[in-house]
């Protein structure tokens, strides 16, 4: 059986400077758009779904599997980068982090982990996900750009940093399986 997984990264969450980004909910735009992202995410049924323990995910997760009437699981590691509290900074800022990320796999940037250790995290918590679905087609996963493009570049001839760039809240690749191979990539999943 031809088995695909399905990344997603998030709807769009209230951004707020007073806490860490991993704390951050859902907001009221971001349920709009989880509820058209599970329309998009219907031609792929049935599929199993899965999700990051950050709120922003589970919640764009919850409204997926309450459209779709299906369940959902929270899964350890497919979490997003670590990273602290900070004043809300300009694209600019942003892409020139995440830009250090990619480049230089071994240095801590931002937060506690370095890219690499979030890349084996991350590939363990899908790992698990997908232990966890083992007679399904399809799994689906909410969780965050940074990682999925870790992933996905390191098993595709894509650079990271552009495909971050293209994945907006909510957005997904699909990928075929075993290895990861890239077979689409949809923006603006949630318009």
Known sequence: MTRRIILVKHAQPILDATMAPRHWQLSAEGADQARRLAQRLAEFMPFTLACSREPKAQRTGAIVAEELDLPMRVVEGLEEFDRPALPLM?????????????????????????????????????????????????????????????????????????????LTCPSFVVLALPGFALARIVEHAGT
């Open 90 to 166: 300009p694209a600019a800022e942003h892409e020139h982090l995440n830009a250090r990320i990619f480049t230089d796999l071994s240095r801590v940037v931002i937060g506690r982990e370095s890219g690499a250790q979030a890349l084996a995290r991350f590939r363990e918590g899908v790992m698990t996900a997908l232990d966890g679905a083992p007679d399904t087609k399809t799994l689906v996963v909410v969780t965050h750009g940074t990682v999925m493009s870790l992933l996905v570049a390191a098993h595709n001839d894509i650079d990271p940093m552009d495909l971050w760039k293209r």
